[in-house]
């Protein structure tokens, strides 16, 4: 069963800085290309970050410069570092696999909370 588990969230003022965690169970997460999510109450959830299965990153306008996604393969964990976060950051995080299309593989996990405050 695939499992991916977000954690790292929390409280912190603006220009701080986060870094997410997302640990994958029953599945090699290495050999998929993989996503950042983030949403909030009554708004579509959209994609942050994104790394493919070479290690090529992209990132959503919103947060380049300031996002770094990254992979550590032995331990099958995806990372997000947040810098200088501003409120409008303020969302749940989730990660997710994704085909090279952008499609979202498998459910939804239950994401962590970043809150920014101003």
């Known amino acids: 069963q695939v499992q991916l588990v977000e954690s790292g969230g929390g409280l912190v003022q603006a220009g701080g800085s986060l870094r997410l965690s997302c640990a994958t169970s029953g599945v090699i997460a290495s050999t998929y290309h993989m996503g950042w999510y983030r949403q909030n109450p009554g708004k579509q959830r959209e994609l942050v970050a994104a790394?493919?299965?070479?290690?090529?990153?992209d990132y959503a306008d919103s947060v380049k410069g300031r996002f770094t996604i990254s992979r550590d393969n032995a331990k099958n964990t995806m990372y997000l570092q947040m810098n200088s976060l501003k409120p409008e950051d303020t969302a749940v995080y989730y990660c997710?696999?994704?085909?090279?299309?952008?499609?979202?593989?498998?459910?939804w996990g239950q994401g962590t909370q970043v809150t920014v405050s101003s």
């Open positions: 997710n696999r994704r085909t090279p299309f952008g499609t979202v593989l498998g459910s």
């Open positions: 790394i493919t299965r070479d290690g090529k990153t």
